[in-house]
């Protein structure tokens, strides 16, 4: 067991913040991947019902249900600006 | 049955092709051997010069934005004075693809503001973002030109260097400035256009409908618009960037970064050029009733 010297006490903290930083980049990504991936199934999903009831109106089901697939990203773009702003900045 | 075959000279074309793009990558691979924590510690600086006395943030510029702004601008411009000159009663190539997206989106305004003295305005302002967000992320996309790289020693100071062969050029909307910019103009005309309809008084009790109660969360869901607006294009266009470099230094290049940005870049930059220019106009006429 060496000595707490100065030195060792700042490379203990410099590893616990890269510690954190992983724990948290991990975490935010991770959980805020749900919601979208549920909410694009949902919009998907009720698409699919419309196109079999109208078959000739595809192209402008398809565009608008590109639209709200981009609304509903949304929320997962900021968790993944969080991570990227806990990891690479702070 | 018969498959159509490829020619020989596009058999030889896709072979060369192929030892290049192998040779590269197995280059690549011997010779990056940095881990990803050194080589890609520089990724979210950017480049600031600062004019004045202090450090506050009305004395710094962020000169990369203002140079690729003033480019595709010139780009766009280019374009259009090539088109200006030809027109005629039976349509070229280039004229025939400028007037069929004006009109879809033309289509798109008419549907949603019913109001004909207000629909022309609105038409021009978003197609107006609508031309520049997508010229700008596809810039930013799978082109590959000069890019700065910046690094911050210990006391502070950045050093910058210029790359003249690297990944991408900078997309001006992958600064947040910009994007900011723009959902602040969109906020700002949607309350002219109140206003304009309805008077101030109007426009000022439209904040306490339904109940005068609501009056704190109507102002709130009217400020977090803009930035919802604002965040949405960031985050796409600089994540993605991101993640493109962290992914391809993770596979050592074998991909080569402009095949992975043929999703984020192409794809994801046209879809969100639409939906910006698209809530913009819902933005706008959802104050013009009657």
Request: proline share 4%.
């Amino acid at each position: 067991m060496e000595q707490l010297t100065p030195e060792v006490i700042s490379e203990l903290a410099k590893a616990i913040a890269v510690a954190g930083k992983a724990i948290g980049a991990g975490l935010a990504m991770g959980i805020g991947a749900i919601g979208p991936g549920i909410g694009e199934g949902n919009v998907g999903a009720h698409a699919m019902d419309a196109i079999a009831r109208q078959p000739e109106l595809t192209n402008v089901i398809t565009t608008r249900m590109i639209l709200a697939d981009a609304i509903a990203e949304t929320t997962g773009i900021y968790s993944l600006f969080i991570a990227f702003l806990i990891l690479f900045v702070l | 049955m018969s498959k159509k075959k490829m020619s020989t000279k596009a058999k030889i074309q896709l072979t060369i092709f192929l030892i290049v793009y192998i040779t590269v990558g197995l280059l690549n691979a011997k010779l990056m051997t940095a881990p990803p924590s050194e080589a890609l510690k520089n990724i979210a600086n950017r480049w600031i010069v600062q004019f004045g006395p202090t450090n506050a943030w009305y004395y710094r510029i962020n000169p990369m934005t203002v140079i690729m702004s003033f480019l595709v601008i010139i780009v766009i411009l280019a374009f259009a004075r090539s088109v200006h000159k030809e027109f005629s009663l039976i349509p070229s190539r280039k004229q025939a693809f400028a007037e069929s997206l004006m009109d879809f989106l033309y289509e798109i305004v008419e549907s949603s503001v019913p109001n004909e003295k207000y629909a022309r305005s609105i038409f021009k302002i978003s197609m107006t973002l609508f031309i520049y967000i997508a010229v700008s992320n596809l810039i930013g996309g799978f082109i590959p030109g000069i890019s700065a790289d910046v690094s911050i020693a210990e006391n502070g100071a950045r050093t910058v260097k210029f790359v003249l062969f690297s990944d991408t050029w900078f997309p001006p909307t992958g600064d947040l400035n910009t994007n900011l910019t723009y959902a602040v103009m969109v906020f700002i005309i949607s309350q002219y256009f109140a206003i304009k309809t309805k008077g101030v008084k109007g426009w000022l009790k439209g904040f306490l409908e339904p109940v005068a109660f609501m009056l704190p969360m109507n102002i709130v869901g009217e400020l977090a618009k803009p930035l919802s607006h604002a965040m949405r294009l960031f985050g796409n266009v600089t994540g993605g960037g991101i993640l493109v470099l962290v992914i391809s230094y993770l596979v050592k290049y074998m991909f080569l970064p402009p095949f992975l940005w043929a999703y984020f870049g192409i794809f994801s930059g046209l879809i969100q050029a639409f939906v910006f220019s698209t809530l913009a106009i819902a933005y706008m006429s959802s104050q013009i009733e009657g």
